[in-house]
C-alpha cells in the first residue's frame, strides 16, 4: 500500500489541474493551480472570455463559504480581466464564479487549510460519553436475522442482514462473503450512504456487497442502510419514510443528544463493525470504510468511534465542522446551528456528533476528497474535521469540483487525476 499512497499524494499538488478547456468560452485561472496557498503569497485569479461576442460577464465571489456574497456585473473589451489580487494573512478560502447567458464558471481556492480547527470546542466529557454509548450497545446481546438473497452463487454468499441495536432502530443491509475464506484471511469493507431516504443512492443493494467481498482475494462486505430501514422494499415504503418519519431527518433532536438523529446512524455504526469484526474471516488488521457526503461524514465518524478502523475513503464527506456556522465561516451538512432552536442546548448537543471532534486522536489512514466549490460540505469544514486526525493523511483537493462529480469536459480530468487514483488506493488495501 505504501507506494500507491505516495503516488497519490504527489498528485494532490501537481500541476494536473485544468488551466484551459477545449469548448469552455469562460476560462478562469489563478497563481497556483492546485488551489492551495500559503498565508501571504499574493494570489491573482484572471478571467478570459475567448468568445468576444458575449461582452457581459457577471462575476461572483464568496468568502469562507459564506452567504456573504460580493457580485459585480463588467464589460469584455476582449483582453485578461483581473477578477482578484489580494494577498490573505489568516485561514480562509473564496469561490469565483463568472458567468454569461449562456455558460458558468467556477473555481475556488483556500489559504492555510491545515490550519482550520473545530468552531466548536470538543466536551470535556466527551469520550466518557462515547465510552458509555459503545457499552451500552455491547451491553445488549447480539442478535442477528439473516435471509439468503438470490444473488448468492458462483462462491459468494449474500444476506439480507438485520442486527439489533440500542435503537431506534436496527442496523440492516446486505453482508456478502467468499464461501470458502480461512479464518483470519480478509479484510472488511464496510459501505455508506449519501443523504436522503428515497434514492437509489440511499439503498443497500445486494450488488453492492457482492461487488465488493469479490476485491482483491475476496473480503467480508457490508453494504449498511444509513437509517436502519428495511431493505428491498415496494417504492411506496421509501416514499411514506421520507415523507414521513424521516423528513428533514437531519434536523431532528437538534437539542438533544438522546433524541439527535445522528446518535442512531453512529450507533449502528459501532454494531456493524462490532459484528464485522467478530467474524472468523476477519484477518484482524484490514478494516476499510468508504462513503460520499453523509456517506463520507460515516466514514470519518467510524474512523473516530472505533480504532480497528484503519482506512477510510472520504469523498466530499458531510458532518465535518458543524461549529464553523458559529466563527463566520459555513459549517459542514446538515448546517443545523443555521435552524432556529435554542443554540445553547444545540451546543450542548452537537459537539458530540462533529467528525471534528470524532476524528481527534485517530490513527486511521484518511483518503478525502475535498471540492473547492461545494458549498453542501465546505473545505473549510472537512479541513477542520481532518485536521484532527493523527493518522496518515491522502488528501485530493479540487478546485473545480463542487458537490457532485464534475459531469462536463472536467469529467475526463477528474477521472484521471481523482477517480483512478481512489481506485487504485482501494485495490491496493485490498491486496
Not at 478547456?21 to 478571467?47: F, H, S
Request: glycine share 8%; proline share 5%.
Amino acid at each position: 500500500m505504501k507506494t500507491i499512497s505516495k503516488l497519490l499524494f504527489i498528485a494532490i499538488f501537481s500541476t494536473c489541474m485544468l488551466t484551459t478547456a477545449q469548448g469552455q468560452n469562460i476560462v478562469l485561472k489563478q497563481t497556483n493551480e492546485t488551489g492551495i496557498y500559503k498565508k501571504g503569497q499574493k494570489i491573482r485569479v484572471t478571467l478570459f472570455l475567448k468568445d468576444h461576442s458575449t461582452d457581459s460577464v457577471s462575476i461572483k465571489i464568496r468568502r469562507n463559504h459564506s452567504d456573504q456574497v460580493s457580485q459585480r456585473a463588467v464589460r469584455f473589451s476582449g483582453d485578461t480581466i483581473l477578477v482578484f489580487d489580494e494577498i490573505l494573512n489568516e485561514p480562509s478560502s473564496v469561490i469565483f464564479e463568472a458567468s454569461t447567458k449562456a455558460e458558468t464558471a467556477s473555481i475556488g481556492l483556500i489559504v492555510d487549510p491545515e490550519k482550520f480547527k473545530p468552531g466548536t470546542s470538543r466536551p470535556k466529557d466527551f469520550d466518557q460519553f462515547w465510552k458509555a454509548e459503545k457499552k451500552a450497545i455491547r451491553a445488549l446481546p447480539m442478535d442477528v436475522k439473516k435471509v439468503s438473497v438470490k444473488e448468492s452463487g458462483n462462491g459468494y454468499s449474500c444476506f439480507d442482514l438485520e442486527i439489533n441495536c440500542t435503537g431506534p432502530k436496527p442496523a440492516r443491509g446486505y453482508y456478502a462473503k467468499p464461501e470458502s475464506a480461512k479464518p483470519k484471511s480478509l479484510p472488511i469493507v464496510l459501505l455508506v450512504h449519501a443523504a436522503g431516504v428515497k434514492g437509489s443512492w440511499c439503498r443497500s443493494e445486494p450488488e453492492n456487497a457482492l461487488r465488493c467481498a469479490k476485491m482483491g482475494n475476496g473480503t467480508l462486505c457490508f453494504d449498511l442502510n444509513a437509517h436502519g430501514m428495511l431493505d428491498d422494499q415496494p417504492e411506496e415504503y421509501y416514499v411514506n419514510l421520507e415523507n414521513g418519519e424521516l423528513k428533514d431527518y437531519y434536523h431532528q433532536g437538534l437539542e438533544s443528544k438522546k433524541d439527535f438523529y445522528f446518535r442512531g446512524m453512529y450507533d449502528r455504526l459501532i454494531r456493524t463493525l462490532d459484528f464485522l469484526a467478530s467474524q472468523p474471516e476477519w484477518d484482524g488488521k484490514r478494516i476499510l470504510v468508504i462513503g460520499e457526503s453523509q456517506g463520507g461524514g460515516q466514514a470519518l465518524a467510524a474512523a473516530g468511534l472505533d480504532k480497528r478502523v484503519s482506512a477510510v475513503v472520504a469523498t466530499v464527506p458531510a458532518m465535518c465542522d458543524w461549529g464553523g456556522t458559529l466563527v463566520d465561516r459555513k459549517g459542514g451538512w446538515p448546517q443545523p446551528f443555521e435552524i432556529k432552536g435554542d443554540k445553547e442546548k444545540m451546543l450542548a448537543t452537537l459537539p458530540y456528533f462533529d467528525d471534528a471532534h470524532l476524528l481527534k486522536g485517530s490513527k486511521a489512514t484518511l483518503l478525502t476528497e475535498i471540492g473547492l466549490i461545494d458549498v453542501t460540505c465546505p473545505s473549510t469544514s472537512v479541513f477542520a474535521a481532518i485536521n484532527q486526525s493523527s493518522g496518515k493523511k491522502i488528501t485530493f483537493v479540487v478546485p473545480y469540483r463542487p458537490h457532485h462529480a464534475p459531469s462536463n469536459y472536467l469529467k475526463a480530468i477528474w477521472e484521471k487525476s481523482v477517480y483512478n487514483q481512489r481506485e487504485a488506493f482501494i485495490k491496493d488495501f485490498l491486496k
